[in-house]
């Protein structure tokens, strides 16, 4: 159990914390009743200590305050602000509601607070409340743009269109180059199934604001709705998550307090965590900071400050780390490897920081420094097969196979359970040609947990060698089972489909080049390839399927052409014959390339129309012209179908 | 001696079976000693009656996001005696923990596996009926798994006993029902395994050869050895959302029938169905003819990634047309956390519809269907937009509980993330919600559908508050209504009885085939009515989240009713038939080839 699980769940279940409101009771002006102002105490055990130290320092000013006489409402008001904006940015939404109330109560001609109701109203969910609370905050500022957006949002949800629309409007006549009044005036439309109106509406939020993708997605929809299928397919295909952005200065200043105590979390798990967590606090520090580089803006001001305040070497190094780990996720590595290098001045064993580096560098192609950067580490981590990868790897970029090969088979028998390393060692014997190595080493990778990747690739590459050692058998196998790892893998699925059609076992090829052709339907040679099977297997109907699909799709190519007519002129199946159809393609296929081959697939196409006379001349044509001593079978061939054609009889009845 | 299957036609098949008397209601629903029924609501708890599972869902203080999301159950008649009986699914702990360190200790025996309980109703002559449970595990020969989601039901292998594909974190499981009592674990011989964390799965004969296929929803990539640390804003250890992991393809199984060997085995289509393509991270699916072009489509609900719209084009090949069809996002274009999902006519029009459940500060969302397949987001404007916003919602199931031949709505909820507010007040486990019922007012005054909010009006059960996630629906007690098998994560499962229905007349049908003496999932039914449009309802038993509903059709004939009924039904295969004269306020069974043919 980690540290931070442990405390919760002991907290939770042993019952320690349970919130208690503190009240602080406060001498109220003659005739104003003596109020209790209530200072929220959430539950706070679970959370990181850097967050709980700052609700608890401003809970405890904040009671301090209210318990001081000196002190009027509108300075209480903006502290119990204060600690709502806090706690909104903590996502605390009830205690931010509550100390919201409180600041309400104080100052009640102060919009922020009931905007601030409002928008933690809706967010719970309870939208009449919102309504009403929005409502107020415009009786306080008539005209803002932003409770009246936020009042048209939460009245649509309410399915109240008409209110919602003039809330927009009223928005409109205030603001009228806001893209999210628009976006507002659009939905309203939409609800009241106004879509000739609706369209303009998000035509124009896209003019506003280009970069909200969101709204192709609605104008898509429009559109679909108005008949137009061919605008709305154009907008679905540009629909992206984009939203459009509502100008909220109020909330703007939540938004910067949440990136503020997001930041100090991060740097507060980074200051507590012994072994470097960096994905996870990266991936807080994402998550929370909204974007990379408003973090790297963050970390670098933090940097600064604690520089001023002169703090300890391992403090700073951590910033430098944490710095460089989010300048990497920008793809920034130059500046990151400068960060890490400056990481590791200030605390050299800091063993991720030389990960880091070592990795940054290989990608910027210094790979000699890499290496020294993994060689580090592997002083320090002698076990850490994830760094000897890595080394291998930039050992193998720099052509020095045969160090990079001593270095695998050490940890092959340091760590032979790693299928990644027997893959890895498999890779370089392969290359460097010893088969029966590879198959060895990727035959030990494959009897061990492999992981989704590599299982496909693993059988594949054993199926591949295999083959070449003629071990057909086994390499079906393992096609096979690279297949069962992953059915649309291509490279597995020619390969099992060409083996066995190599190997006679042509139904069973078509079925796999039917699957590839599924995959790759713009892959002439592998519908040509299914095709062929399909006939070689006597499945001539869906031999005549396939081909017409592939003409569909290739409409002018010849050797689709010339196969499906000498298929409908010639199939042994009777019944998907068609002289007439193959007359027409054999036809075209003569006039476009004269050939003999295409002479003969016409004299085919008129044998099967009952054109006999015709298929006799071209046939003719060919024997006097073609048949030579040098080519019997060709000549045999030629002689025994113009035979066939002066009986009257179609090509090749057998 | 173990029964054959075509004896069990011969005594069932001929016309009428589980004759449930006319006049039945909850106060003719006698409790067996220790067993009580409140009737304090629309829905009355039964408890004591035997059913005492107990999901156990692993917590160990790690925050694995599994632990969370599972509860699955299912209402099926695997002893052919007429009855529902209830299968629930069980979690385990992660990994390689040890069961000393579960927050929350089991409440059953070790080693966990998933229970089956066979109902054993009894119905006295005056029509008073009594429910009771007994916990038939051991003797079914179930054992121990992997983590457990959810369940399919479906008789895959056509031998007139009902068959679970129960989906895991991990190998899933073919159970192949004996006939005898027992089951047997086919998975791998029957090529049905997919060993990612599948959640959702429905059986549905997709091409119309007479077996039924099984389509398996995949949820994330996740591995134990990569188990990610999520928190919340205050920095505290919380459970992930979706996005921290991959998603992963679905699989779509076709059923090759019987072999030489005998054997019935499924091949994977996925790839030939164009689906994998599309990674996705599912969490409920639901079979029906979406576009009105005859053939089985599937509809799967996502979480935070679009919901996918597998449209059947020819030649086993499937589109996804949810984009185009609205039915892929919300109104505003947004991915929203899919959960649950159901496809049910709610508004009359003869077409199936569909509802999904999402997470708190989202909308429950319903996509009303044009009859050719495209929708329109009515959330809003039918009411279950605003009362589902501070809701996390789970199970979710289309059925007319009142009898009055429109579509209701039960929701399961339950959180993912901890509720500040029960964290606040020291909660052991502060997850949990109330769930909701929601009545079908039938057509207004502007001509749409709409709801209320009838949970005050639901009975005690719902004001309990749990951590909900399956909802399977079915008539328990055969007597004309539409019961609840409630599914809590890391509680009990609830047996919800319908108090209300009974009131109303109704007409239960069993649909089988004709060669094969199975429940035909995916038969279309149509209630013929004069001078208005016929009713329409499915044979299914999917939808919901991680549930198998009751697979027979039951349609509330309002207080209309006086005679005899007339019932067409859309066989899977395409083929039609028509009979006139069924009877009501009873169950019957049509088999395929029974009724008069209509063209």
Known sequence: MTRFASTLFSTLLIFLTVAVPVAATREMPEGVAARQLTVPKPDLSAMEESARAKIESTQSSLEDLARRDDVDDTELSEAFGHLGRLMHAYRLFDSAEECYLTSQSLAPGDYRWTYYLGVIRNVKGDLEAATVDYRRALTEKPEDPTTLIRLGDALLELGRGDEARQSFQRARAVDPDNAAVYYGLGRAAGFADNFERAVPMFEKVLELQPDATVIHYLLGQAYRKLGDMEKARVHLGQRGQDDVKVHDPLGDQVARLALGTAFEIVMSLARSADDYPDEEFLGFALSHFGDVRGSIDQLKQSLTLQQEADASSKEQSRIHYVLGGLLVNDGRDAEAIEQFERALELAPDLADARVKLGNALARQGKLEEAIAAYDRVTELQPRNTTVALKRVSALMELGRDTEARQNLEMLAVLEPESSEVHVRLATILEKSGDAAGAIERYGKAAELQLSLVEQPQVHFRLASLLRQQDDNEKAIDHYRLALEADPEFVPALGGVASLLAQLGHMQEAASFFGALSELQPNQLQTRLAEATTLILSGQHAAAKTRLEAALKRFPGDMRVMDVLARHLAAAPDHAVRDGQRAIVLARRLFDEVPSAESAETLAMAYAEAGDFTQAVKWQKQLVDELVTESDPALAQRLRVNLSLYERGEPCCAE | ?599
């Open chain 2, 1 to 599: 001696m173990k029964l054959p299957a075509y004896v069990r036609i011969t005594v069932f098949g001929a016309i009428t079976v589980f004759s449930a008397t006319a006049v039945c209601c909850a106060a003719a629903l006698a409790a067996a000693p220790g067993t009580a029924v409140a009737e304090d609501g629309i829905f009355a708890e039964l408890k004591g009656a035997g059913l005492d599972f107990v999901h156990f869902n692993g917590m160990s203080g790690r925050f694995y996001m599994a632990e969370i999301n599972s509860g699955g159950g299912a209402l099926l008649d695997y002893d052919n005696d007429g009855d529902l009986d209830a299968y629930l699914v069980q979690g385990r702990m992660f990994g390689d923990e040890a069961i000393d360190k579960a927050v929350f200790p089991p409440k059953h025996p070790l080693p966990l596996t998933d229970r089956l309980y066979r109902n054993d109703l009894k119905v006295a002559k005056d029509g008073t009926r009594t429910l009771r449970f007994t916990d038939v595990t051991e003797e079914a020969g179930l054992k121990p798994g992997a983590y457990g989601f959810g369940i399919a039901a479906g008789d895959y292998d056509n031998d007139g006993w009902v068959d679970l594909y129960v989906t895991r974190l991990g190998s899933n499981s073919l159970l192949r029902n004996n006939g005898d009592g027992t089951f047997t674990d086919v998975t791998k011989a029957a090529r049905a395994d997919d060993d990612r964390w599948s959640v959702p799965a429905a059986f549905v004969d997709f091409d119309r050869d007479g077996w039924l296929d099984l389509y398996v929803g995949n949820y994330l990539r996740f591995s134990f050895d990569k188990h990610k640390i999520c928190r919340t804003a205050t920095g505290a250890q919380d459970y992930c959302g979706p996005s921290a992991y991959p998603g992963v393809p679905d699989r779509l199984l076709r059923n090759r029938g019987r072999g030489t060997d005998k054997a019935v085995t499924f091949e994977d289509v996925s790839a030939k169905a164009g689906m994998l393509r599309e990674p996705s991270k599912s969490l409920g699916v639901v079979t029906a003819d979406f576009n009105g072009d005859g053939a089985v489509d599937f509809y799967v609900a996502n979480d935070l990634t679009p919901n996918q719209m597998w449209i059947q084009l020819e030649g086993g090949r499937f589109s996804d047309e949810a984009l185009l069809a609205g039915a892929a996002v919300n109104a505003n274009g947004k991915a929203e956390a899919s959960m649950g999902v159901d496809a049910g006519d709610f508004d009359g029009d003869g077409d199936d519809d569909l509802f999904m459940t999402h997470l708190v500060r989202e909308t429950n969302t319903l996509f009303l269907n044009d009859g050719e397949g495209m929708f329109e987001d009515a959330t809003i404007e039918t009411g279950l937009g605003v009362p589902s916003w501070s809701h996390t919602s789970w199970g979710s199931a289309w059925f007319d509980y009142d009898n009055d031949g429109w579509l209701e709505m039960m929701i399961a909820n339950g959180a993912v993330k901890i509720i500040e507010e029960l964290a606040n007040a020291g909660d052991p486990y502060p997850f949990h919600e109330t769930n909701q019922l929601f009545h079908n007012r039938g057509v207004s005054g502007k001509g749409k559908v709409g709801f209320e909010d009838v949970t005050a009006q639901a009975g005690k059960v719902f004001e309990l508050s749990e951590v909900s996630r399956s909802v399977a629906v079915g008539d328990l007690d055969n007597d004309g209504d539409h019961d609840v098998l409630l599914v809590n994560n890391n509680g009990p499962a609830r047996l919800l009885i319908n108090t209300v229905g009974q009131d109303r007349h109704w007409v239960g049908l069993r649909l089988l085939g004709k060669d094969v003496p199975r429940d035909m999932l995916g038969t279309r039914v149509a209630l013929i009515r004069p001078g208005k449009d016929p009713l329409w309802r499915r044979a299914r038993s999917d939808g919901s989240f991680a549930a198998a509903n009751d697979p027979r059709v039951l349609i509330g004939l309002g207080d209309a009713a006086k005679g005899p009924v007339e019932i067409r039904a859309h066989w899977p295969d395409g083929s039609v038939e028509q009979w006139r004269d069924v009877a009501i306020d009873r169950y019957t069974t049509l088999k395929q080839g029974s009724g008069r043919s209509v063209p």
